[in-house]
């Protein structure tokens, strides 16, 4: 069925740089795009969500953009810091509320 | 606040056993949803409840997988003569009406021997 992927499974990154998350998708009828992050042992966090009909949005630290021409996500951490080491999940949801489809993950690890 | 709780944390069952797997998601919380967390994947979705109603129970992988939330507040998943490929951490989630926002739980790791 349709789902939703990411290109890089590990990301290193040093403390104070960006980072880029990357994530492709299939479903074209997807109307939300939600970033989650996923501390060992703990469930994911709601990071940012963006609509479909927009291709930009800003939250404290972190922009998720959106390019519907080739289907495809993107999460950018500001000054990347220690406590953003984790794995990062895109997800789309058919409406607002509804069930998520999750991609397989991309961790990152955030170096001193 | 408080946020979702699960419980157990940990479960360890004997193929065949069967185990229920409890969520008391954020009061107020209107829907609620169980996915389930193979190793080294996202989470895959199970099941939706609206308050007590269950509105999509499409993703659950057999009907050995069962789940309730009787009085829409506390939800229960069961799932009978458990297999080996059950083995997994299963999430609960519960957010407002039409919010894209979940709030997740700890999950249970369930170990089937």
């Known amino acids: 069925g349709e789902s939703v992927g990411l290109h890089l499974p590990t990301l290193s990154v040093q403390e104070g740089d960006n980072s880029i998350i990357n994530c492709a998708y299939s479903n074209s009828a997807s109307d939300y795009f939600i970033w989650y992050k996923q501390e060992s042992g703990k469930g994911p966090q709601f990071i940012i969500d963006i609509r479909s009909n927009m291709d930009k949005r800003q939250g404290q630290r972190v922009t998720v953009l959106l390019n519907k021409t080739v289907k495809h996500l993107s999460l950018q951490i500001a000054a990347t810091q220690p406590g953003d080491s984790a794995v990062y999940f895109c997800a789309e949801s058919g409406a607002a509320g509804n069930k998520l489809t999750f991609g397989g993950g991309t961790r990152v690890l955030v170096k001193p | 606040g408080a946020g979702v709780s699960q419980s157990p944390r940990y479960k360890v069952a004997k193929r065949g056993q069967d185990v229920a797997l409890r969520c008391d998601p954020i009061?107020?919380?209107?829907?609620l949803f169980w996915y389930q967390q193979a190793l080294g994947q996202g989470p895959e979705f199970l099941t939706y409840f609206q308050n007590e109603a269950q509105l999509d129970k499409s993703g659950l992988p057999s009907d050995r997988f069962f789940a309730e939330r009787p009085e829409g507040s506390v939800s229960t998943l069961k799932i009978q003569r458990t297999q080996q490929e059950d083995s997994a951490v299963y999430l609960c989630?519960?957010?407002?009406?039409?919010?894209?926002?979940?709030?997740f739980g700890p999950g249970t790791r369930l170990t089937v021997l």
């Open positions: 009061s107020g919380h209107v829907s």
């Open positions: 989630a519960s957010s407002l009406r039409g919010r894209n926002e979940q709030f």
